[in-house]
């Protein structure tokens, strides 16, 4: 079965960046199985028989400044970096991540926690953030958007014009993901998606045929999955 129209990448840079991403996690053993009985669990409470982990990215130097590149290739191409003053880290994957693409582009960081902290000066925003400054949030990927939300409420209550988002992964198979960027006026821009890793796992016979093709049903029916029975 083919991956879904608005899954495929526009522009060649961009389906090269994809490719390229996604056999780095592949490389790295950012992506993760669990076909049986004890499958992966989301924060929304929804099951997987994957699980894609970026935070394993910054360890690894050779896959972290090339997925930085196309990090800033994407953002000079789809938003512009002219119309980004400020980037900010979503509290606690997406920060290491903002710092990446901030040093690259040479602009200023935030970052932004889940909750005000409960003491001092009882901050959400670390940094230095302007009234009217447009702000790039960053974050290592998304499921269906849920966690944005609350990074941009906090950030918008702080003066900052929110109109982008990027993540490096994007699993692309929940339709929330996008109507919730629509609801709150954010673009979503990522990398790579399950589509793409699932092609590059099959190019590189990284796992089962089995095991491929039960990730490439969930993909095609997320909340109707089941595991197999052990």
């Known amino acids: 079965m083919a991956r879904p129209d608005n899954m495929v990448h526009g522009s060649e840079a961009a389906k090269a960046a994809a490719r390229e991403t996604a056999h780095y996690l592949l490389d790295i053993g950012a992506v993760n199985f669990r076909l049986d009985d004890f499958p992966f669990t989301f924060t929304s409470g929804r099951i ?13 130097p050779e896959a972290r ?29 997406g920060i290491p991540y903002a710092a990446f693409v901030a040093v690259a582009l040479g ?47 906090a950030l918008r209550a702080a003066g900052g014009k929110v109109e982008h988002t990027y993540v490096v992964f994007h699993y692309g ?42 990730v490439e049903d969930y993909l095609h029916d997320p909340d109707g999955w089941k595991p197999k029975q052990g």
């Open 173 to 214: 198979i929940f339709p929330e993901s996008q109507t919730t960027m629509d609801k709150i006026g954010v673009k979503l821009h990522a990398l790579a998606t399950w589509w793409d890793v699932l092609d590059a796992a099959r190019e590189q016979g990284a796992f089962t045929s089995e095991q491929l093709d039960s």
């Open 48 to 60: 997987s028989p994957s699980y894609i982990d970026c935070r394993r990215v910054i360890a690894f």
């Open 65 to 93: 400044e090339a997925m930085t590149a196309h990090a800033v290739d994407l953002i000079d191409r789809e938003i512009g970096r002219d119309n980004i003053d400020v980037i900010a880290g979503g509290e606690t994957a």
């Open 107 to 153: 602009k200023p960081m935030v970052y932004v926690r889940k909750e005000p902290k409960g003491f001092g000066r009882m901050a959400q925003i670390e940094g230095a953030l302007k009234d009217g400054e447009r702000v790039l949030l960053v974050e290592d990927l998304t499921t269906d958007g849920g966690s944005k939300v609350g990074f941009v409420e």
